[in-house]
């Protein structure tokens, strides 16, 4: 069974830039998460989506930050544009529901910002 | 104060050895608790669930102390292959969110 898939693996970009970054979660769960790890800390959680709604974005910066899940299933995270300090590991997990259920996580895409 | 705390570390320990990792968490009302296991520019990925009884995986033992409000594990005959980041995780009553916390690194010495 296939996992979280995560593109792209690394990003390099100059601030100012905007950058997107793609998850397509496991079939058949239906709650999917971005979380943002920085160097040497836990992941901290962006946004939660339940389907195609987003249940839960109150950690997500909105003046740069977008996110969507437009047919609930693949979602795109956006920042724009990106800051120097935005630099760290962007990891999408999906869950088959909420509460307790095990989340798995994909391989993260490493954002630089020059 | 943290919501979940750990001891960065690192722990280094000879091959062989037992080593125990605590994390404490300050909401009384958290419900769920995990260990995760995270290698160096990986993902982190489930080793396993902590309930109230505690429970056992092979080397693995994690127990939990409500009345303390923390979260042990502990591992038994360390293998270099148990080298990694020990992610803490809890979730409060009712709610789906992962609080994480730092984690705890292990290196296994040979």
């Known amino acids: 069974e296939a996992g979280v898939v995560q593109s792209p693996r690394y990003k390099i970009i100059e601030k100012k830039q905007p950058v997107a970054f793609w998850c397509n979660p496991i079939?058949?769960?239906?709650?999917l998460y971005w979380y943002l790890q920085n160097l040497g800390q836990g992941p901290e959680l962006l946004i939660r989506?339940?389907?195609?709604?987003?249940?839960?974005d109150s950690q997500l910066p909105k003046d740069r930050f977008s996110a969507e899940r437009l047919k609930g299933v693949d979602s795109t995270l956006k920042i724009q544009p990106a800051e120097l300090g935005d630099s760290a590991v962007y990891l999408c997990a999906s869950s088959l529901g909420t509460g307790s259920n095990e989340q798995f996580f994909g391989p993260g895409t490493r954002l630089t910002v020059l | 104060r943290k919501e979940v705390e750990q001891d960065p570390g690192p722990f280094n320990v000879p091959e062989g050895a037992t080593v125990a990792f605590n994390c404490t968490y300050s909401?009384?009302?958290?419900?769920?608790f995990f260990w995760y296991r995270q290698d160096c520019r990986k993902e982190p990925k489930l080793l396993m669930s902590?309930?109230?009884s505690g429970n056992e995986d092979g080397r693995f033992t994690a127990q939990l102390n409500r009345a303390s409000q923390y979260i042990s594990l502990l591992i038994r005959d360390s293998k270099l292959s148990d080298s990694a980041t020990y992610l803490c995780?809890?979730?409060?009553?009712?709610?789906?969110?992962?609080?994480f916390g730092t984690g705890t690194r292990l290196k296994v010495l040979a």
């Open positions: 909401n009384s009302a958290s419900q769920s």
């Open positions: 079939s058949g769960h239906n709650t």
């Open positions: 902590v309930y109230s």
């Open positions: 989506y339940e389907n195609e709604e987003a249940v839960d």
């Open positions: 995780v809890v979730t409060s009553s009712g709610t789906y969110k992962y609080i």
